[in-house]
Protein backbone atom coordinates (compact mmCIF):
# COMPACT_ATOMS: atom_id res chain seq x y z
CA UNK A 1 0.00 0.00 0.00
CA UNK A 2 1.70 3.12 -0.97
CA UNK A 3 -1.25 5.05 2.00
CA UNK A 4 -1.60 8.19 1.72
CA UNK A 5 -0.25 10.45 -1.18
CA UNK A 6 -0.28 14.25 -1.85
CA UNK A 7 1.33 15.98 -5.26
CA UNK A 8 3.42 18.71 -5.50
CA UNK A 9 5.64 18.58 -2.77
CA UNK A 10 6.58 22.15 -3.28
CA UNK A 11 4.37 25.20 -5.33
CA UNK A 12 5.37 28.65 -5.62
CA UNK A 13 2.05 30.74 -6.77
CA UNK A 14 1.38 34.36 -7.72
CA UNK A 15 -1.56 36.12 -5.67
CA UNK A 16 -5.02 35.31 -8.02
CA UNK A 17 -3.58 32.24 -9.22
CA UNK A 18 -5.43 28.74 -8.47
CA UNK A 19 -4.66 25.79 -8.37
CA UNK A 20 -5.54 22.13 -6.63
CA UNK A 21 -3.25 19.80 -4.43
CA UNK A 22 -4.18 16.38 -5.36
CA UNK A 23 -4.46 13.67 -2.53
CA UNK A 24 -5.24 9.85 -2.76
CA UNK A 25 -4.91 7.07 -0.38
CA UNK A 26 -5.46 3.32 -0.80
CA UNK A 27 -6.37 1.73 1.81
CA UNK A 28 -10.10 2.81 1.77
CA UNK A 29 -10.97 4.82 4.02
CA UNK A 30 -14.04 6.66 4.71
CA UNK A 31 -12.87 9.79 6.42
CA UNK A 32 -10.79 12.36 4.63
CA UNK A 33 -9.30 15.53 5.59
CA UNK A 34 -7.28 18.68 4.81
CA UNK A 35 -5.47 20.76 7.46
CA UNK A 36 -3.14 23.60 7.15
CA UNK A 37 0.17 23.88 9.69
CA UNK A 38 1.79 27.56 10.54
CA UNK A 39 4.13 27.68 12.96
CA UNK A 40 2.98 27.88 16.19
CA UNK A 41 -0.45 26.74 15.32
CA UNK A 42 -0.70 23.14 15.14
CA UNK A 43 -3.02 21.62 12.49
CA UNK A 44 -6.14 23.67 11.78
CA UNK A 45 -8.95 21.42 10.18
CA UNK A 46 -9.74 23.08 6.62
CA UNK A 47 -12.39 20.64 5.18
CA UNK A 48 -13.51 16.97 5.66
CA UNK A 49 -15.31 14.30 3.98
CA UNK A 50 -17.20 11.04 5.87
CA UNK A 51 -17.73 9.51 2.26
CA UNK A 52 -17.75 10.24 -1.19
CA UNK A 53 -20.27 13.11 -2.24
CA UNK A 54 -20.44 13.91 0.99
CA UNK A 55 -18.08 17.12 2.40
CA UNK A 56 -18.00 19.85 5.34
CA UNK A 57 -16.19 22.51 6.69
CA UNK A 58 -13.42 22.45 9.16
CA UNK A 59 -12.12 25.62 11.12
CA UNK A 60 -10.73 27.49 8.18
CA UNK A 61 -12.32 26.88 4.82
CA UNK A 62 -12.62 29.80 3.73
CA UNK A 63 -10.69 30.15 -0.03
CA UNK A 64 -11.23 26.87 -0.62
CA UNK A 65 -13.25 24.27 -2.21
CA UNK A 66 -12.89 20.27 -2.24
CA UNK A 67 -15.17 17.29 -3.58
CA UNK A 68 -14.91 13.91 -3.06
CA UNK A 69 -16.64 12.18 -6.73
CA UNK A 70 -14.34 8.39 -5.38
CA UNK A 71 -13.42 7.06 -1.87
CA UNK A 72 -9.60 7.17 -3.05
CA UNK A 73 -9.42 10.89 -4.19
CA UNK A 74 -9.99 14.52 -2.09
CA UNK A 75 -8.73 17.44 -4.29
CA UNK A 76 -8.45 20.44 -2.40
CA UNK A 77 -8.75 23.24 -4.61
CA UNK A 78 -7.67 27.34 -4.19
CA UNK A 79 -9.68 29.42 -6.15
CA UNK A 80 -7.45 32.27 -6.04
CA UNK A 81 -4.69 32.67 -3.83
CA UNK A 82 -3.56 35.11 -0.93
CA UNK A 83 0.04 35.33 0.71
CA UNK A 84 -2.08 34.10 3.72
CA UNK A 85 -2.24 30.91 2.01
CA UNK A 86 1.36 30.25 2.46
CA UNK A 87 1.40 27.09 4.33
CA UNK A 88 2.32 23.28 4.30
CA UNK A 89 -0.63 21.60 3.73
CA UNK A 90 -1.51 17.48 4.83
CA UNK A 91 -4.27 15.83 3.83
CA UNK A 92 -5.19 12.58 6.16
CA UNK A 93 -7.39 9.49 5.73
CA UNK A 94 -8.80 7.69 8.81
CA UNK A 95 -11.55 4.96 9.54
CA UNK A 96 -12.57 3.38 12.76
CA UNK A 97 -12.99 -0.19 13.63
CA UNK A 98 -12.72 -2.47 17.02
CA UNK A 99 -10.75 -0.38 19.15
CA UNK A 100 -8.92 1.50 16.02
CA UNK A 101 -10.79 4.91 16.79
CA UNK A 102 -10.56 6.71 14.11
CA UNK A 103 -6.45 7.08 13.24
CA UNK A 104 -5.57 9.42 11.01
CA UNK A 105 -3.12 8.05 8.39
CA UNK A 106 -1.23 12.08 7.04
CA UNK A 107 0.28 12.29 3.46
CA UNK A 108 3.87 13.38 3.75
CA UNK A 109 2.48 17.36 2.99
CA UNK A 110 2.43 20.02 -0.09
CA UNK A 111 4.35 23.30 0.92
CA UNK A 112 2.89 25.83 -0.70
CA UNK A 113 4.23 29.11 -1.37
CA UNK A 114 2.59 32.29 -2.75
CA UNK A 115 3.95 35.78 -3.70
CA UNK B 1 -12.42 29.85 20.56
CA UNK B 2 -9.10 28.13 21.82
CA UNK B 3 -10.39 24.61 23.05
CA UNK B 4 -7.05 23.24 23.72
CA UNK B 5 -3.74 24.30 25.41
CA UNK B 6 -0.37 22.51 24.89
CA UNK B 7 1.98 23.58 27.27
CA UNK B 8 4.71 24.09 27.18
CA UNK B 9 5.38 25.40 23.37
CA UNK B 10 8.75 24.50 23.38
CA UNK B 11 11.32 22.09 25.19
CA UNK B 12 14.83 22.00 24.73
CA UNK B 13 16.39 19.28 27.27
CA UNK B 14 19.75 17.09 27.16
CA UNK B 15 19.75 13.07 26.35
CA UNK B 16 18.28 11.17 29.76
CA UNK B 17 16.88 13.70 31.20
CA UNK B 18 12.45 13.11 31.68
CA UNK B 19 9.53 15.29 30.60
CA UNK B 20 6.05 15.91 30.45
CA UNK B 21 4.02 17.66 28.00
CA UNK B 22 0.47 18.73 28.86
CA UNK B 23 -2.78 18.93 26.93
CA UNK B 24 -5.23 20.90 28.55
CA UNK B 25 -9.05 22.08 27.64
CA UNK B 26 -12.17 22.97 29.60
CA UNK B 27 -14.48 20.77 27.10
CA UNK B 28 -14.80 16.83 27.59
CA UNK B 29 -13.67 14.67 24.66
CA UNK B 30 -15.17 11.16 24.12
CA UNK B 31 -11.05 10.20 22.95
CA UNK B 32 -8.08 11.44 22.76
CA UNK B 33 -4.80 10.57 20.25
CA UNK B 34 -1.41 12.26 20.35
CA UNK B 35 1.10 12.35 17.23
CA UNK B 36 4.57 12.68 16.64
CA UNK B 37 5.65 14.62 13.95
CA UNK B 38 9.14 14.89 12.60
CA UNK B 39 11.00 17.81 10.11
CA UNK B 40 9.36 17.53 6.42
CA UNK B 41 7.16 14.65 7.35
CA UNK B 42 3.31 14.44 8.33
CA UNK B 43 2.41 13.61 12.01
CA UNK B 44 2.52 9.71 13.20
CA UNK B 45 -0.17 8.32 15.62
CA UNK B 46 1.47 7.61 18.75
CA UNK B 47 -1.66 6.36 21.06
CA UNK B 48 -5.26 7.01 21.40
CA UNK B 49 -6.27 6.98 24.88
CA UNK B 50 -10.34 6.45 25.80
CA UNK B 51 -11.13 6.03 29.01
CA UNK B 52 -11.13 8.97 32.30
CA UNK B 53 -7.97 7.69 34.17
CA UNK B 54 -6.29 5.30 30.92
CA UNK B 55 -2.43 5.02 31.11
CA UNK B 56 -0.76 3.76 28.48
CA UNK B 57 2.82 2.78 27.85
CA UNK B 58 4.91 2.89 24.92
CA UNK B 59 8.68 1.58 25.65
CA UNK B 60 9.82 5.13 27.51
CA UNK B 61 6.58 7.17 26.72
CA UNK B 62 3.55 7.27 29.05
CA UNK B 63 0.04 8.52 28.20
CA UNK B 64 -2.24 9.67 30.62
CA UNK B 65 -6.13 10.78 29.85
CA UNK B 66 -7.57 12.73 32.72
CA UNK B 67 -10.15 11.37 34.94
CA UNK B 68 -13.04 13.74 33.48
CA UNK B 69 -11.69 13.32 30.09
CA UNK B 70 -10.47 16.97 29.91
CA UNK B 71 -6.75 16.93 29.66
CA UNK B 72 -3.87 14.24 28.70
CA UNK B 73 -0.37 14.12 29.56
CA UNK B 74 2.37 12.88 27.91
CA UNK B 75 5.85 11.98 30.11
CA UNK B 76 9.06 10.85 28.33
CA UNK B 77 11.41 8.49 30.48
CA UNK B 78 15.41 9.15 29.95
CA UNK B 79 14.56 11.04 26.57
CA UNK B 80 17.40 10.35 23.85
CA UNK B 81 17.97 12.44 20.49
CA UNK B 82 15.42 10.08 18.54
CA UNK B 83 12.74 11.24 20.26
CA UNK B 84 13.59 15.17 18.91
CA UNK B 85 9.99 16.21 17.01
CA UNK B 86 6.64 17.71 17.42
CA UNK B 87 4.07 16.54 19.97
CA UNK B 88 0.49 17.06 19.17
CA UNK B 89 -2.14 16.23 20.77
CA UNK B 90 -6.03 15.75 19.27
CA UNK B 91 -8.74 15.30 20.77
CA UNK B 92 -12.23 14.06 19.26
CA UNK B 93 -15.46 15.96 20.28
CA UNK B 94 -18.30 13.76 21.32
CA UNK B 95 -20.20 12.96 18.12
CA UNK B 96 -18.22 13.92 15.55
CA UNK B 97 -16.18 10.48 14.65
CA UNK B 98 -13.08 10.98 12.91
CA UNK B 99 -13.04 15.06 13.36
CA UNK B 100 -9.85 16.32 15.67
CA UNK B 101 -8.52 19.26 16.91
CA UNK B 102 -5.24 19.77 17.35
CA UNK B 103 -2.98 21.54 19.82
CA UNK B 104 -0.57 23.86 18.61
CA UNK B 105 2.08 21.12 19.62
CA UNK B 106 5.64 20.73 21.81
CA UNK B 107 8.78 21.21 20.29
CA UNK B 108 10.84 18.86 22.07
CA UNK B 109 14.80 18.94 21.26
CA UNK B 110 16.91 16.22 23.04
CA UNK B 111 20.45 17.26 22.85
CA UNK B 112 23.52 14.63 23.24
Same mark, same amino acid.
Given at each position: NAGVTQTPKFQVLKTGQSMTLQCAQDMNHEYMSWYRQDPGMGLRLIHYSVGAGITDQGEVPNGYNVSRSTTEDFPLRLLSAAPSQTSVYFCASSYSKGDRLWEQYFGPGTRLTVT | TQLLEQSPQFLSIQEGENLTVYCNSSSVFSSLQWYRQEPGEGPVLLVTVVTGGEVKKLKRLTFQFGDARKDSSLHIT #? #??????GLYLCAPMIYNQGGKLIFGQGTELSVKP
Open positions: - | #A #AQPGDT
